[in-house]
């Protein structure tokens, strides 16, 4: 009823399940618990061994992303043959595609937030900068003037 595969699949994530019950599991794989425990049975396999494959969790950002892309225009079996190929689930390619959506809208906000804290300062910097200019725009008018002033007295004398 089950191919092999599916069975190989279903005892490897039931190996890497962490501390999810093996309900979840089985629920997840719409298969029954005792069916599932009968195939752990059977392949001798246990949690405490560690994989020879990559977990899904081992795989890193640009791997992540490199897998979304190579089956982002796959659809049922031919999804299913590329998961087995990379040894993941359909379900883990969901949750990289989530987990990217979600920090990009969280850095898309980020960035918004700090946009407007350097909009912030740069409208600060010019008001400090008008300012200064007027200052030095008066400090010029009061040397000229005082240059005037002690021509004026030179040719008084």
């Known amino acids: 009823m089950y191919t092999p595969e599916f069975k190989e699949q279903a005892i490897s994530k039931a190996l890497q399940r962490g501390n999810k019950p093996l309900q979840t599991i089985a629920d997840e794989l719409n298969i ?13 396999k246990t949690m405490t061994e560690t ?13 992540r992303f490199q897998a979304l892309m190579q089956s982002a ?14 040894g993941i689930f359909s379900h883990h390619l969901q949750a990289w595609k989530a987990e990217f959506i979600t920090e990009s809208t969280q850095s898309e906000t980020a960035i918004k937030s700090s946009n407007k804290a350097l909009r912030d300062e740069v409208a600060q910097l010019k008001k400090e900068l008008n300012r200064k200019e ?18 004026f007295y030179e040719e008084k004398a």
């Open 32 to 44: 029954s618990v005792s069916t599932l425990n009968e195939w752990l049975r059977k392949s001798g």
């Open 51 to 63: 994989p020879t494959e990559k977990r899904p969790t081992d795989w890193s950002r640009a791997a």
């Open 73 to 86: 225009s796959l659809q049922g079996e031919a999804l299913n043959s590329f998961c087995r190929e990379q």
């Open 134 to 151: 007027k200052a030095l725009a008066e400090a010029a008018a009061l040397l000229v003037l005082q240059k005037k002033f002690q021509a």
